[in-house]
């Protein structure tokens, strides 16, 4: 399951390499060798980013600029240099090329496009340093940060620090809960804005254009709609709101960044807060690794996060019978169903705390035959209280919060004769609306081509194909479409590849609608993919809000970690000459 903890620890899990598993090595077998930092790293695997422990140097990471070459090998990029003379070519090397080539570093003194003749530069070349003179080089390193990988690139004054603790650094930073309100760093590498950019957590515009509409649940540039997730859960409880950060009426590029995902601010990666630090003991409260934070940070809810829960609860087929959804629990007081609805299901926006009932469900309850006086009294009464069992989801200990969202999930059944026309009604209007998106593309691609061609396209009856109302055949004709004939007949080469190029760019737009309308389509019709045994199913969504308390960790960029270990008054804080308080007093050991 991929770690969704941050955006960042998304990206760094997509591009991590591994030595283990089938083929590869083994943890207990593998010796130091194996785990150290090898030359032909450079450029291709970070050298510093890998787990403390017994995984050390196994599991890596892909460094920023490197990529994989057709027969799986990492390749990264060099600029090629002529007599001294820098060139715009780029050159992807492997590693066993690299080592026969003299390649110069990045930070090479450089004079109107040329390396500075008369004086030797420093070169690698077969695993070694050696100085040459400036007309031998053949290569420079695109970038100095092109060694380093995407997470040890948001270290700033990385060259200063430890490795060691540029280790510890690079991997807390995946370990950052989103916070409830984000701030940019002051001091940055400037690789923020292309970590939030990479990751799926923010919205991109997929072409320029002008915002018409913008709220909080979607945002209209053009003929483009992007609904935003509000609240959605991640793989690690963690929760991700994503918020516009562009205006009605804004120009828009492509590419640019028009909605804040988790951890990000305005399009750049902002995992953590700015806040005022001293570095002073203060009677002990702060030895070793721990940590003294102000009353101040808890209640300006500064390192405040919302984590989401999701509970479920199953519906099977019994040997006594069938358990039920239902309101109509026995032995329980209203009180303590006043937030369910009808079915028994906790209502949206409803505070919820240790014990409430979520969803409402019984069981039958094992009982001897029922005598024919019994089974009367059932027949006119229905099921008495006395024979099902409560077995409702309830709300475990040490949780609290809001209910933001319930789903109902069931296999297609024997539908009644009203749920049937409900769904039928559903059905058409779902393929209705399938139908109607690659109407509209096909029409795009059609009078785009017109323009280009100078005259009116038709279908095989030399029906004109602009301006046809009729939706069902446009569909019909979008899914029959052939570019060839209509090319056939021009004779200008220029049209012919001012033609291609357009349907190249609309022919997978109208294959992802008519996908995206079919797999819809199919699964309504075969319901939902429940469990063998299972009839129905709720999830219940609970977002708790968490604040920072003691025994929270807490990091720097630079692996300098601590655990909180006391919250003090604000009027109890050290202060400046001016007044005002600090926020976080750390051990001033932590200093070098």
């Not at 997509?14 to 450079?42: C, M, Q, T």
């Not at 991700?240 to 562009?246: K, T």
């Amino acid at each position: 399951v991929v770690d969704q903890t941050n955006p960042l620890s998304q990206l760094t899990h997509e591009r991590r390499l591994s030595a283990l598993g089938p083929g590869g090595l083994n943890r207990k077998r593998a010796g130091f060798e194996v785990r150290d930092v090898h030359i032909s790293h450079y450029g291709r695997i970070c050298p510093i980013e890998t787990p403390e422990g017994t995984n050390i140097g196994l599991i890596s990471s892909l460094a920023l600029y490197a990529g994989i070459d057709d027969y799986g090998f990492l390749v990264t990029p060099y600029r090629k240099v002529v007599k001294g003379k820098l060139t715009d070519e780029i050159v992807w090397m492997r590693a066993d090329q690299e080592a026969e080539a003299k390649v110069a570093p990045a930070d090479t003194p450089i004079e109107k496009g040329r390396l500075v003749s008369g004086s030797p530069v420093v070169a690698r070349y077969r695993a070694d340093f050696e100085m040459v003179q400036p007309e031998e080089v053949e290569y420079i390193d695109v970038t100095p940060s092109q060694m380093v990988g995407v997470s040890a690139s948001l270290i700033p004054f990385l060259e200063h620090d430890d490795a060691n603790r540029a280790l510890m650094g690079s991997n807390m930073q995946r370990q950052a809960v989103p916070l409830l309100v984000t701030e940019p760093p002051i001091v940055a590498t400037g690789m923020e804005k292309d970590v939030a950019r990479n990751s799926s957590m923010v919205v991109r515009a997929k072409r320029a254009g002008t915002v018409t509409k913008c709220d909080a649940r979607e945002i209209v540039i053009g003929k483009d709609v992007y609904p935003l997730k509000k609240y959605v859960r991640l793989n690690e409880r963690t929760c991700l709101n994503q918020r516009p950060i562009v205006t009605l009426g804004e120009r828009v590029e492509k590419g640019q960044v028009i909605a804040d995902g988790a951890a990000t601010y305005h399009g750049e990666l902002a995992l953590g807060r700015n806040v005022l630090v001293g570095f002073m003991s203060f009677d002990g409260y702060n030895f070793e690794d721990a940590i003294i934070i102000s009353e101040e940070l808890v209640q300006r809810d500064v390192y405040t996060s919302i984590h989401i829960e999701e509970f479920d609860v199953e519906i099977r087929e019994t040997k006594l019978g069938r358990e039920e959804f239902t309101r109509d629990i026995p032995n329980v007081s209203e009180k303590a169903l006043r937030n369910l609805d009808e079915n028994g299901i906790v209502q949206v926006g409803t505070y919820v705390r240790p014990g409430d009932i979520l969803v409402g469900k019984v069981s039958p309850k094992s009982k001897t035959e029922l005598t024919p006086e019994e089974k009367l009294l059932q027949a006119i009464f229905g099921r008495a209280g006395e024979d099902v069992k409560n077995d409702s989801l309830e709300v475990p200990s040490g949780i609290e919060g809001i209910v933001i969202d319930t789903q109902k999930f069931s296999r297609r059944m024997s539908l009644s004769e009203e749920e049937r026309k409900a769904f039928e009604a559903d059905l058409a209007a779902a393929e209705k609306e399938g139908n109607e998106r690659i109407a509209e593309v096909f029409q795009e691609m059609v009078r785009e081509m017109e323009q280009v061609i100078g005259r009116p396209l038709t279908d095989e009856d030399k029906t004109p194909l602009a301006g046809q109302q009729d939706v069902k055949y446009l569909v019909e004709q979008a899914m029959k479409f052939r570019l060839d004939p209509h090319i056939a007949s021009l004779r200008s080469e220029e049209k012919i590849k001012a033609v291609q190029k357009i349907y190249k760019a609309k022919a997978p737009e109208i294959e992802a609608a008519i996908d995206a309308r079919d797999r819809k389509l199919n699964s309504m019709k075969r319901g939902d993919e429940l469990r063998s045994g299972v009839l129905q199913m709720v999830k219940v969504y609970v977002a708790t809000k968490r604040v920072i308390s003691v025994g929270d960790k807490m990091a720097g960029r630079h692996g300098n970690k601590g655990v909180v270990a006391k919250i003090l008054p604000v009027e109890d804080m050290p202060f400046l000459e001016d007044g005002t308080p600090l926020q976080i007093m750390l051990n001033p050991l932590g200093v070098p």
